[in-house]
């Protein structure tokens, strides 16, 4: 059996391919490529960028975990390829915020929040995929 976070990317991330999102700051980030790798998006200003999976996988085991993150703890927590600017958060954000047992909220800060009824049902499917027993 997969880890949560493979079978969530698998059902709610990978389809987002040549899909648009908005991010909670209001712009629209283009989705060119989306694998078991990394992420590529074109940002608002046009600017191509990829962001490796290993992100995604650490901010949603801290959601799961701890039950909410924060915007500025993505901020802290990732660092671009090159070690520059700590950039990506808000189409970190806006891409786990799809799915669905993640819920975004800007009050009083930017978060994910956990909706454990929905992971736990999530989980639920999973373990039947399997045909592991409850």
């Known amino acids: 059996m997969r880890p949560p976070f493979d079978e969530a990317w698998e059902k709610y991330i990978l389809p987002l391919k040549d899909k648009q999102i908005k991010t909670i700051t209001g712009e629209i980030n283009k989705i060119v490529e989306v694998n078991f790798?990394?992420?590529?998006?074109?940002?608002?200003?046009?600017?191509?960028?990829?962001i490796p999976i290993q992100i995604f996988r650490e901010s949603f085991n801290n959601i799961v975990k701890h039950k909410k993150y924060t915007r500025e703890q993505i901020n802290l927590d990732y660092s671009n390829p090159k070690g520059d600017s700590k950039r990506g958060s808000s189409i970190i954000f806006a891409v786990l915020a799809m799915i669905p047992f993640f819920q975004a909220t800007d009050k009083p800060i930017a978060s994910l929040l956990l909706d454990q009824e929905g992971y736990k049902k999530f989980w639920e499917e999973v373990k039947e995929k399997y045909g592991i027993d409850k």
Not at 37 to 50: A, D, F, Q, W
């Open 37 to 50: 790798k990394e992420l590529t998006r074109i940002s608002s200003e046009g600017h191509v960028s990829s």
